[in-house]
């Protein structure tokens, strides 16, 4: 379909707008106070959550001399506010952590304001299948815009983890709609002019997103949203928000719904429906417990091999693959065993030279040809792509909602402003970083429950005394 042939599609609030407001929205309403955010990329959720509010909640009965109409009038939903007491995010991306640290630090809290109540504040680095004791029971974690984004592999620890181990009260969930897509083309026609035909091949879908693993229509989305809930004890609701502002000239508004998909699951109480829990999620914290230090050869090869189809490149140097978190995770921190990885591949070979640093050998793909890079750059990060339609249509907004990232892609860097000084000590299969923040921070600064997820970032922000 030629690019005259698209139509225009247009969101207001924008579309990413629209999905906070819907997760704050459901916040308020629940008087969630403790709010985990997986996926966080560079927290602009969660710096929404750090501003102070405007003021306390009600007091309770015998603060106030003699009560009055204002005091005893019931509190409509539009009055509600948030009270978090803790924030935590998690991201695998230390790039997009450097954002998110900067943003939810001290520092940039709104000065105008009043912090009536304190506020505890963890930024977590690691990959969401890695089991965290501090997410057990929480009361709310929040996935907007990050299943679609999983490898399969991850995906399928994504329930067991986040329902089973984890079993918040509250879960909520955002994805985009494939069925919207339609409201981007004529009928007949596929946007293949600008789209992102699915990189997994399973499908001949045209995603949004050129890192999306796949995009569900709403009848697949409930269906998983129904067996997941019913599998791990919960109640769900879903729903689409996000309608396009121009009338379909075709009559499909209605039809098609809206852009992104929307789910609350909340956990059915009761001893039957813990044990359950427990039972079935015992074998997802062994699985996260037993993981190795390093990924076998053969797992680390096919990760490399299918950098290099992304990519599209035939010769790149070993340090930019050194570069793909995901990729240096597998290598357990080591980059000799890298090397041995890649020096096992019959596809690839690894030109070593004694005049140059390692970092800089280069590695062939044999067989293959130039093409046009689709890879983050080692000094300069490429600015992360958001979801497609957005970025074409809003002139300008980001969908910040949308993370935008490869999970496993993306540098060890500071280059967005934080200055961050990296304490890495390495004690059994634990990896801890520290930030430079001199504000308080938590008693433990090296985690050891994973090999793989550290504590970026920590503080908390008292109430004046």
């Not at 379909?1 to 997760?23: C, D, H, K, N």
């Not at 230390?94 to 009536?116: G, K, M, Q, V």
């Not at 269906?223 to 599998?231: F, G, H, R, T, Y």
């Amino acid at each position: 379909m030629s690019g005259e042939a698209e139509l225009r599609v247009t969101f207001f609030p924008p579309l990413y707008l629209q999905r906070r407001i819907w997760v704050l929205d459901v916040l308020r309403r629940e008087q969630v106070t403790e709010i985990i955010d997986i996926g966080c990329g560079e927290g602009q959720l969660l710096a929404v959550l750090c501003q102070p509010a405007l003021c306390l909640p009600p007091p309770d009965p015998g603060v106030l001399t003699s009560p009055s109409d204002a005091t005893e009038s019931t509190i409509q939903a539009d009055d509600l506010d948030l009270h978090p007491r803790r924030i935590t995010g998690l991201d695998i991306s230390s790039h997009a952590l450097a954002s998110a640290i900067e943003d939810t630090s001290p520092a940039a809290a709104n000065a105008s304001y009043t912090r009536w109540e304190p506020l505890q504040v963890n930024i977590w680095h690691g990959g969401l299948e890695i089991f965290n004791p501090v997410f057990v029971n929480a009361e709310c974690i929040v996935a907007t815009e990050v299943v679609e984004h999983l490898p399969e592999e991850i995906l399928a620890d994504f329930t067991p983890m986040i329902l089973g181990v984890y079993h918040p009260r509250l879960l909520l969930v955002t994805t985009p709609s494939y069925g919207f897509n339609a409201r981007f083309s004529p009928p007949g026609s596929t946007n293949t002019a600008t789209g992102f035909p699915d990189p997994t091949k399973r499908t001949d879908r045209v995603f949004r997103h050129h890192d999306h693993k796949f995009e569900w229509t709403v009848e697949e989305f409930q269906q998983w949203c129904s067996d997941i809930a019913q599998e791990w004890g919960y109640d769900v609701d879903t729903t689409t928000i996000g309608r396009a502002q121009e009338k379909d000239k075709w009559g499909r508004d209605e039809q098609l719904g809206g852009a992104s998909q929307v789910a609350v699951f909340k956990r059915l109480e009761g001893e039957a429906w813990a044990g359950t829990r427990e039972e079935k999620s015992t074998q997802m914290k062994e699985k996260s417990k037993s993981q190795k230090d390093h990924w076998s050869a053969e797992e680390i090869a096919k990760a490399v091999l299918d950098k290099f189809e992304e990519w599209e490149e035939a010769e790149v140097r070993l340090e930019e693959i050194w570069f793909v978190e995901e990729i240096g995770a597998m290598c357990g921190g080591w980059f000799e065993v890298l090397i041995e990885a890649i020096e096992g591949i019959a596809k690839l070979s690894l030109q070593r030279s004694r005049d140059q640093r390692r970092g800089d050998w280069r590695v062939l793909l044999d067989g293959g040809r130039p093409g046009k890079k689709k890879r983050t750059s080692e000094w300069a990060p490429e600015e992360p792509t958001d979801d497609l339609f957005e970025e074409v249509v809003q002139e300008g907004y980001r969908s910040d909602d949308d993370p935008g990232f490869d999970w496993g892609s993306g540098l060890y860097s500071s280059d967005s402003g934080v200055d961050l000084l990296w304490d890495i000590s390495k004690e059994g299969n634990a990896w801890a970083r520290q930030s430079a923040w001199t504000c308080e921070s938590s008693e433990e600064d090296v985690v050891d429950w994973s090999r793989w997820s550290t504590l970026s970032a920590a503080w908390d922000l008292d109430r004046p005394e």
